[in-house]
């Protein structure tokens, strides 16, 4: 009779450590899906006013960011200019090389610049911003972020100036029923590395412990039976010491007969 060969140890861990950064990769985006479907208002503590230096009018944005538990969002209000009504709207096209962070005066905040996975961070540097919505013709926008304990994905959706449809980049629309506020849900596609990378690496942590605690167990309660711990077969009757069904060597033929 042929007996199938053992894996190798440090064969069998690499692939035990694959599937769980794999599994681990998928969970922490689940938990981030989750995170962004909730309807429930984040509570304000953050907030900043990109100001833009252009020739005739002084632009500017107010960024309010709100934060829960496995959730951030970041609504930015319209551009306004200064020397206009606070209700009018400044509709040119900004400049965005000369676009500035400054802390709100009302709203104090504790940091210089909107958070690291937001794009708005990069406004002045990414000339690719307009895609989000265009600048010059969004009334309001809001980006939200969403995983655990690190933020992972986010989404990006705007209103046009007037009213209109919600225009959602990044993300898929899941519409409900009941919703009050004007955000609709839904789910983040736009990946932020970063906290993905450190997301992954504690979930799949996480799950190769539960894996091996369980591998252990099962070892153990085959060894209690008199089997082989590698592949279960009946080692009652063998005295050699190598599973005649596997060739696993078997370190202790007294805990089997």
Known sequence: ?????????????????????????????????????????????????LKLREPVRHSRVLVIRGRSTGRDSL??????????????????????????????????????????????????????????????????????????????????????????????????VVPHAGNGNRISRALPLAIYWPGAIVNTLIYAAVLLALATLVRLSRQRLRVRRGHCPACNYDLRATTTGVCPECGAVIYSLSSVA
Not at 15 to 37: E, K, N
């Open 75 to 172: 609504l930015a209000d319209f551009w306004r200019s200064r020397s206009d009504p606070a209700d009018s709207v400044d509709d040119s096209r900004p400049d965005w090389s000369s676009a500035e962070w400054r802390s709100d005066e009302d709203l104090v905040s504790t940091r210089s610049m909107p958070p690291a996975w937001s794009r708005f961070t990069h406004i002045s540097t990414d000339p690719n911003f307009d895609y989000y919505p265009n600048a010059s013709s969004w009334g309001w926008c809001v980006e939200v972020a969403s995983g655990w304990p690190m933020r992972s994905a986010s989404y990006f959706a705007g209103e046009s100036l007037g009213g209109g449809p919600l225009q959602v980049r990044d993300g898929i």
């Open 1 to 49: 009779m042929s007996h199938a060969q053992p894996s190798s140890p440090l064969r069998s861990r690499t692939r035990r450590l694959a599937i769980c950064l794999a599994s681990g990769a998928v969970l922490q985006h689940l938990v981030a899906c989750g995170f962004s479907l909730q309807t429930s208002q984040d509570p304000t503590t953050d907030a900043w006013v």
